[in-house]
């Protein structure tokens, strides 16, 4: 890959969107929560878009996409939850798996630091991570991030909660 943009999502990624959740469907599953599978669709993906941009439009969410230099999308990244009374937000990123090891997440969580103050006036950013997750915490260190909470619960996966005070 030589290079990539960062941009905001529109409403006309719907089908390239489609493609990459599919292409990579699987591989997310394995690292994040699965998506309800009604999303898997042009209209739950167009019906996803929509919802994401509200959130934008009334300042609670801000999302992004990692288009290679095709216009293939490889990667996503949002701030989400913006609480601009607390100046606070979460971050939330993922990586097709044919483009994982190449810093586009590190890249990507740069550029939510950046957006989150620049654009959003925020002063402090959460991440929830599996404990399996290595290289997204890796991503999160690397960044800044450092690790505030282990919540350890009955039957399920330890759950990471990294703050950077921005
Ligand atoms: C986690 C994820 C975002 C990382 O994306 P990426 O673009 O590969 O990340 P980067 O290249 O910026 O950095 C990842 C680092 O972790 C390292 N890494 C990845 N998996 C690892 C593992 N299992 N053990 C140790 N290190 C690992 C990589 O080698 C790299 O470090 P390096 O640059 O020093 O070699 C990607 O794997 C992904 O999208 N996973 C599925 C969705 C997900 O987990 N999202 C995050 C939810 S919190």
């Not at 798996?97 to 997440?105: D, I, M, P, R, V």
């Given at each position: 890959m030589t290079s990539v943009k960062i941009r905001t999502l529109h409403i006309a990624d719907s089908?390239?969107?489609?493609?990459?959740?599919?292409?990579?469907?699987?591989?997310?599953?394995?690292?994040?929560?699965?998506?309800a599978s009604s999303f898997y669709s042009l209209l739950g993906v167009t019906a996803h878009i929509e919802?994401?941009?509200?959130?934008?439009?009334?300042?609670?969410?801000?999302?992004?996409?990692?288009?290679?230099?095709?216009?293939?999308?490889?990667?996503?990244?949002?701030?989400?939850?913006?609480n601009l009374s607390d100046r606070s937000a979460e971050v939330g990123y993922r990586i097709a798996e044919s483009a994982c090891g190449q810093g586009l997440a590190t890249l990507a969580v740069s550029r939510l630091i950046e957006e989150g103050k620049l654009r959003w006036n925020l002063k402090r950013l959460v991440a929830n991570v599996y404990a399996e997750n290595v290289g997204s915490a890796k991503v999160l260190k690397r960044c800044g991030f450092s690790v505030e909470t282990i919540s350890k619960q009955v039957g399920l996966e330890d759950d990471y909660r990294f703050t950077l005070s921005i």
């Amino acid at each position: 890959m030589t290079s990539v943009k960062i941009r905001t999502l529109h409403i006309a990624d719907s089908k390239n969107l489609l493609r990459f959740e599919l292409d990579n469907r699987e591989w997310f599953e394995r690292h994040v929560d699965a998506r309800a599978s009604s999303f898997y669709s042009l209209l739950g993906v167009t019906a996803h878009i929509e919802s994401y941009l509200s959130g934008l439009e009334n300042g609670t969410w801000h999302p992004f996409v990692i288009e290679d230099d095709n216009g293939k999308i490889v990667g996503r990244a949002n701030l989400k939850d913006i609480n601009l009374s607390d100046r606070s937000a979460e971050v939330g990123y993922r990586i097709a798996e044919s483009a994982c090891g190449q810093g586009l997440a590190t890249l990507a969580v740069s550029r939510l630091i950046e957006e989150g103050k620049l654009r959003w006036n925020l002063k402090r950013l959460v991440a929830n991570v599996y404990a399996e997750n290595v290289g997204s915490a890796k991503v999160l260190k690397r960044c800044g991030f450092s690790v505030e909470t282990i919540s350890k619960q009955v039957g399920l996966e330890d759950d990471y909660r990294f703050t950077l005070s921005i």
